[in-house]
């Protein structure tokens, strides 16, 4: 894990390249795509890969509803697969109201995917869940107000 940390850092230091690729001693890869906020950086290793940055995960391919109009925002996306499984998580901002957002998710959501939601002052969460903890594949969704409007935070993961 040091290493991949160590590999990670080194392709930061390289950032604005538009495509750059290191090898070190050690077996692992990471490569660079792309130039500042549309930058990812992918880290190969014998037990796996990771990827992370904003256009990291495509939401379309996570089989969750994509809340209309959101985009990446700057906390980005990334991804990983492991002899275990593969995952993936990626973060969206909309400008519109909390209280939007998570009956839009209600509405298309299966109904007994609703966990929590919760409003304590201006803050607002709520989560839907497919899946128990038990099962292959396990998706979700958690909406959280701010004062800009309201992240979603779309997961999934498979295990092998």
């Known amino acids: 894990m ?26 692992t890869t ?13 880290v190969q290793a014998s037990g796996g890969s990771f990827t992370a940055g904003k ?6 391919k996570l089989g969750l509803p ?3 109009g959101a985009t990446t925002d700057e906390g980005g996306a990334m991804s990983g697969t492991s002899a275990q499984g593969s995952g993936a998580v990626i973060s969206l901002k909309t400008s ?9 998710y209600k509405a298309h959501m299966p109904a007994n995917a609703q966990t929590m939601q919760s409003t304590a002052g ?19 969704v958690t909406i959280t ?14 295990k092998n």
């Open 96 to 104: 519109d109201a909390f209280d939007k957002v998570y009956a839009w």
């Open 122 to 140: 201006s803050a607002s969460v709520g989560s839907f869940v497919e899946g128990k903890s038990s099962d292959k594949e396990q998706k979700s």
């Open 30 to 42: 990471v490569t660079t795509n792309g130039t500042g906020d549309n930058q990812t950086v992918t």
């Open 2 to 27: 040091r290493k991949i940390f160590c590999a990670i850092l080194l392709m930061m230091a390289i950032a604005g390249c538009t495509s750059h690729k290191v090898v070190s001693s050690n077996g």
């Open 145 to 158: 107000s701010s004062t800009d409007g309201t992240t979603i935070t779309l997961v999934s993961a498979t």
């Open 66 to 68: 994509v809340y209309p």
């Open 55 to 60: 256009n990291a995960v495509d939401p379309a």
